[in-house]
């Protein structure tokens, strides 16, 4: 159980073009999804964390009209990079957290998908 | 200062061998600890949750040093599958909703 997913897994655009990410928890209630960006030899950075329901919480430094978060449902979490540049080619990974006990703390880890704009 | 930090490594390790890497980290409310194993190009995955009294799972030990804000993590009997990069994180309940803090990771290399 506590499989989430992402798709796509890469994805190669233009420069200025916007991408969708979709997250997606499959047998498990994600009440909080989280978006982190892993640049080549460096760590997880959060990007931001949504609340089903809510408006995304953004991390410092990270812009929020460019990446915009949406969480309508309890399964699915979207990112969208609007007008994409080189430098937001990157690993994007999501994570989701589960509303039930059993799950309310471990945060599971989507594939991640690759971003190369060009 | 990074809020974890760990040394980047690589750590070449003979087969068989044992290893050992630390984390060091700045927040002394730091509530939660866990190692994670991250292979190249794919997402983490959570390897052990690291308790105050120290734990072990299988090959794998890790200690927490609360007084000197570390953790560590040792190998023993590495295998060539333990070839990746440990993540240290570390979480701390905040209004915000529990967040985890990402270390930069240590690289190990198992060799033959």
């Known amino acids: 159980g506590a499989v989430v997913s992402q798709h796509p897994s890469w994805v190669i655009c233009k420069s200025g073009t916007s991408v969708k990410i979709e997250c997606r928890s499959l047998d498990f209630q994600a009440t909080t999804m989280f978006w982190y960006r892993q640049f080549p030899k460096q760590s997880l950075m959060l990007m931001a964390t949504s609340n089903e329901g809510s408006k995304a919480t953004y991390e410092q430094g990270v812009e929020k009209d460019k990446f915009l978060i949406n969480h309508a449902s309890l399964t699915l979490s979207t990112l969208t990079v609007t007008s994409a540049h080189p430098e937001d080619s990157s690993f994007y990974i999501c994570?989701?957290?589960?509303?039930?006990?059993?799950?309310?703390?471990?945060?599971?880890f989507g594939p991640g998908t690759r971003l190369t704009v060009l | 200062r990074k809020e974890v930090e760990q040394d980047p490594g690589p750590f070449n390790v003979p087969e068989g061998a044992t290893v050992a890497f630390n984390c060091t980290y700045s927040?002394?409310?730091?509530?939660?600890f866990f190692w994670y194993r991250q292979d190249c190009r794919k997402e983490p995955k959570l390897l052990m949750s690291?308790?105050?009294s120290g734990n072990e799972d299988g090959r794998f030990t890790a200690q927490l040093n609360r007084a000197s804000q570390y953790i560590s993590l040792l190998i023993r009997d590495s295998k060539l599958s333990d070839s990746a990069t440990y993540l240290c994180?570390?979480?701390?309940?905040?209004?915000?909703?529990?967040?985890?803090?990402f270390g930069g990771g240590t690289r190990v290399l198992v060799k033959p």
């Open positions: 690291v308790y105050s």
């Open positions: 927040n002394s409310a730091s509530q939660s």
């Open positions: 994180v570390v979480n701390r309940i905040k209004a915000a909703g529990n967040k985890l803090t």
């Open positions: 994570s989701a957290r589960g509303a039930g006990t059993s799950l309310t703390n471990e945060q599971f």
